[in-house]
Structure formats: structure tokens, C-alpha cells
């Protein structure tokens, strides 16, 4: 049984911290689609079946053969549908490599916005993840605005594994370049918050030169708006 309803909540939520990635995939559903959640849950208590799309069954098989094959035709045919399954494929630990790979690089080349909430409940949920890593990159590599889910990167900026704040540094440079100065100043108020807790030389340099930068960027277009 899904632990929330052990709790006794109305409806199932994957984002609650008590989830593990099999409940996510129990449950069927998009990650924080409350609604679908809702309804699942409707269905399941009435026996009915849910019935899960060829395309979901291939990626979830667990088959590398039928799951490239399934990421090959997604490059000409989009399917949001299935970014969430494809965000939890690339934490999965028993994802195949070259699969991973493969579905990185998609990634990388999705321009639906959907993809941008899928992944800040991607990045709740997956903190553990030896691949994290990974998931991350997405959002700088992908090119579009993830500063919707800039909390969730910036959260990241103070992560235990320097390779994930090497990650988050870049996506949040690039996602604070479509927000306001006064977002700016906000999220550099923030990081040196997170600079004092942070340990380790190289990740503190690192956070710091963020500082500095965003600091400058803020002024320079502080200084553009008055004239």
C-alpha cells in the first residue's frame, strides 16, 4: 500500500518525503498531477484497470532493446506524456548506461514547458540519486528558462556531492538570466546564506565567483533600467 494512504490522506501525492521512486511508479501517474492522482486513486478503489500506454510499458520493461527504441521515436514525435517516466529513468539506478545516455540527450532537445515542472519534482524527489548528477545538467543543457523551479536549483548550490553543485551553479546562472534584479538580489541573498554552511574549498570558490557575477550582472542592469 502507498504510504499516504497508510496515512489516511484523500488522495496519493508522490512529492510526499516519504516516497521512494517505487511508489511513483505504483501509483502510475504524473509526478504533482493532483487531479490524475485523484482519480487513479478513484479507480483503483473501484478495480478498475489502469492501462498504461505501449510507449510506457517498453521504457519500464526494464528491455534497453525496446527502451532506445521507444527514446528513438520520441525525437520525432514528442510525448509529455512521458517526461516523467523519462526524468526517473535517468536517476534510476538500474537504468542501463547507454539508455541514460540516450535519454539525457533527448532531453536536452525537449522544448515543452512541461518539462520544466516535471523536473523541479524530478530534482525533490531524486536528492539521493548517484545520478543526480545527470539530471541536472538537463536544465542548462536543454537551453530553456528553468527559473520556475529556481528554488529547487538553488537548494542544490549547497549539495553534499560537488559534482551536483557544479551542476546547479550553471543551471541557476543561466535560469537567474530570465529574472528580475530584484530575483537576482534575492537568490545572491540566498547563496550566501547557503555559503556559510557549505563545506569544502573548491565548493565554496566556486559559489562565491557565483556571488560575485550575479552581483555585478545585478548592478549593470540596475544601472540600465535607470537610464
Request: with cysteine; aromatic share 4%.
Amino acid at each position: 500500500m502507498h504510504p499516504c494512504w497508510q496515512r489516511g490522506a484523500m488522495y496519493p501525492t508522490v512529492l510526499d518525503r516519504h516516497c521512494s521512486y517505487e511508489c511513483v511508479q505504483l501509483l502510475q501517474i504524473p509526478i504533482n498531477a493532483t487531479f490524475a492522482a485523484w482519480n487513479y486513486s478513484i479507480k483503483r478503489r473501484r478495480g478498475m484497470e489502469v492501462k498504461l500506454s505501449p510507449r510506457m510499458v517498453a521504457l519500464r520493461s526494464g528491455d534497453a532493446i525496446k527502451q532506445l527504441e521507444v527514446l528513438r521515436s520520441l525525437r520525432d514525435d514528442d510525448d509529455d506524456t512521458l517526461l516523467n517516466e523519462l526524468l526517473l529513468m535517468v536517476t534510476r539506478e538500474s537504468t542501463d548506461e547507454q539508455v541514460r545516455q540516450e535519454v539525457v540527450e533527448l532531453l536536452a532537445d525537449v522544448r515543452s514547458r512541461t518539462l520544466v515542472s516535471a523536473m523541479g519534482d524530478a530534482l525533490r524527489i531524486g536528492g539521493d540519486s548517484a545520478y543526480l548528477p545527470a539530471l541536472v545538467s538537463i536544465c542548462w543543457m536543454n537551453r530553456m528558462d528553468f527559473s520556475p523551479i529556481l528554488n529547487e536549483l538553488l537548494a542544490l548550490v549547497s549539495h553534499s556531492d560537488l559534482r551536483v553543485q557544479v551542476e546547479a551553479i550553471t543551471s541557476v546562472e543561466l535560469a537567474l538570466g530570465h529574472c528580475t534584479v530584484d530575483q537576482i538580489r534575492r537568490s545572491v541573498a540566498d547563496l550566501k546564506m547557503r555559503l556559510k554552511k557549505l563545506k569544502g574549498r573548491e565548493a565554496r570558490a566556486l559559489v562565491n565567483e557565483m556571488i560575485n557575477t550575479l552581483e555585478r550582472d545585478a548592478a549593470q542592469r540596475a544601472s540600465g533600467e535607470k537610464e
